[in-house]
Every structure is written in structure tokens, then in C-alpha cells.
């Protein structure tokens, strides 16, 4: 008397809607993330290959591990950054975080 009969509902036909639906938010969080950091890295990365890529013999710059200098020398993958009067090191181009001010071109 208080027992129904139970019967078993139809399921829904397979559809990809469900699916796409349900990959949406991955999607949006993926163009998110690419907005937001690696966009902007790379164009980091463009700004800092070529302000390398410009520098030349005369120019105040600061390295990665802070050191501040003038380049006195330019080869194709290092400096010679003069740190104080007499005293030269040899740097790696890549290490070179800021350049602060530019020097006059260099007449040949």
C-alpha cells in the first residue's frame, strides 16, 4: 500500500554539450593565465634581449648581482664594465639587469 512502484528514468542521449560545458572554466582559466603572466613575460624577456643587444662602449649599467659600472669593452657575448678607476671585470651580457645611462656613440 505505501510502496510505489520505482521506474527508472530515461537518461538524457549522449551529447557533447555536457562535455564542453563542464570544459569551459579550464579554458577561461587557461586564457586567464596567459593574459595575466605569460603574455607580459614575454614581453619582458623581448625588452630585455634588446636593450643587451643595444649596449655599447660608454654606457652605465647595473648587473644582476648589482654591481654598477661603465662598459669599456663590448665582445660578442661579454663586457668589460670598469667598477671603479683601474678596475675591470668581465661580465656575461645576459647578466645585465639596467642600463642606467646611455653613453656617446663611439667614433671609429
Same mark, same amino acid.
Do not use: C, N, W
Given at each position: 500500500?505505501?510502496?510505489?512502484?520505482?521506474?527508472?528514468?530515461?537518461?538524457?542521449?549522449?551529447?557533447?554539450?555536457?562535455?564542453?560545458?563542464?570544459?569551459?572554466?579550464?579554458?577561461?582559466?587557461?586564457?586567464?593565465?596567459?593574459?595575466? @603572466?605569460?603574455?607580459?613575460?614575454?614581453?619582458?624577456?623581448? +625588452?630585455? #634581449?634588446?636593450? *643587451? %643587444?643595444?649596449?655599447? =662602449?660608454?654606457?652605465?649599467?647595473?648587473?644582476?648581482?648589482?654591481? @654598477?659600472?661603465?662598459?669599456?669593452?663590448?665582445?660578442?657575448? +661579454?663586457? #668589460?664594465?670598469? *667598477? %671603479?678607476?683601474?678596475? =675591470?671585470?668581465?661580465?656575461?651580457?645576459?647578466?645585465?639587469?639596467?642600463?642606467?645611462?646611455?653613453?656617446?656613440?663611439?667614433?671609429?
Amino acid at each position: 500500500m505505501f510502496i510505489s512502484t520505482a521506474y527508472a528514468q530515461g537518461a538524457p542521449a549522449a551529447g557533447g554539450g555536457d562535455f564542453l560545458i563542464s570544459l569551459l572554466p579550464f579554458i577561461a582559466i587557461f586564457a586567464i593565465m596567459y593574459f595575466l @603572466i605569460i603574455r607580459p613575460q614575454q614581453r619582458r624577456m623581448k +625588452e630585455h #634581449r634588446e636593450m *643587451v %643587444a643595444r649596449l655599447r =662602449r660608454g654606457d652605465e649599467v647595473v648587473t644582476a648581482g648589482g654591481i @654598477i659600472g661603465k662598459v669599456t669593452k663590448v665582445d660578442d657575448d +661579454e663586457l #668589460r664594465v670598469e *667598477v %671603479a678607476e683601474g678596475v =675591470r671585470v668581465r661580465v656575461v651580457r645576459g647578466t645585465i639587469s639596467q642600463v642606467r645611462t646611455k653613453g656617446e656613440p663611439v667614433r671609429e
